[in-house]
């Protein structure tokens, strides 16, 4: 089955010590999208790619930072975690940004704790 | 500013019907979508509306009202599986998503 594969499902990291989350995908969609949720709340856009082109929401920290290698493989790069980074972060992936249908395909996301 | 409002939490039973409520301010509007999502789960898309008027699928339907920036989850036949929080989003102008906080649906036997 097509689908968006996100590893590690949780990952524990010290403050400070940098951490990188993977997305892969089998769709072959043209949009990856990085989101931060933490509990009870909405998820938090942080970036996105349309395919090579890099999209970064205005509000989202220089500690965060990302890389697409290719259409499958999408990586979430946080250079000196801090408390406040502990979080749930979901990859999701569209076939276009725009157009009238939209849906975003999630993966089961990677819930990172920070010590 | 855009803006979302749903309620944080609502209750239900067993078998019953259960219309989840969403406002939404945006600049431009491209559609909204219901996403269902299970604790500690990914969300999961329910629904796409983007004409006026009640989109149904099992039982679950989604009505949307533009004029009036408002949409509704009706869940019907609730069973205990349905325990999770509902997302209402919005693609604005620039087809960027724009997401409520969603509302914790609980079912009670």
């Known amino acids: 089955d097509a689908m968006v594969i996100q590893n590690p499902r949780s990952q524990v990291t010290q403050f400070g010590k940098p951490v990188t989350l993977s997305c892969s995908q089998t769709?072959?969609?043209?949009?990856i999208y990085w989101y931060q949720q933490k509990s009870s709340q909405a998820p938090k856009l942080l970036f996105h790619?349309?395919?090579?082109?890099?999209?970064n929401e205005a509000d989202t920290p220089d500690n965060f930072q990302s890389r697409r290698p290719n259409t499958s493989f999408c990586f979430l790069d946080i250079r000196s975690p801090g408390l406040g980074d502990a979080a749930m972060y979901l990859c999701?992936?569209?076939?276009?940004?725009?157009?009238?249908?939209?849906?975003?395909?999630f993966g089961p996301g990677t819930r990172l704790t920070v010590l | 500013g855009q803006n979302i409002d749903q309620p944080t939490e609502m209750t239900a039973t067993e078998g019953a019907i259960v219309q989840i409520n969403c406002t939404y301010q945006?600049?431009?509007?491209?559609?909204l979508f219901w996403y269902q999502q299970h604790a500690g789960e990914a969300p999961t898309f329910l629904s796409y509306?983007?004409l006026d008027g009640l989109e149904e699928k099992g039982r679950f339907s989604s009505f949307l009202s533009r004029s009036k920036g408002y949409s509704y989850l009706l869940l019907k036949e609730l069973q205990m599986k349905d325990s999770a929080s509902y997302l209402c989003?919005?693609?604005?102008?620039?087809?960027?998503?724009?997401w409520g906080a969603g509302t914790k649906l609980i079912i009670k036997p």
């Open positions: 945006t600049s431009g509007f491209n559609g």
């Open positions: 509306n983007v």
């Open positions: 769709l072959n969609h043209n949009v």
């Open positions: 999701a992936t569209s076939r276009v940004a725009g157009g009238d249908y939209n849906e975003q395909f």
């Open positions: 790619y349309y395919d090579k082109d890099f999209n």
């Open positions: 989003a919005v693609l604005d102008s620039n087809y960027q998503l724009i």
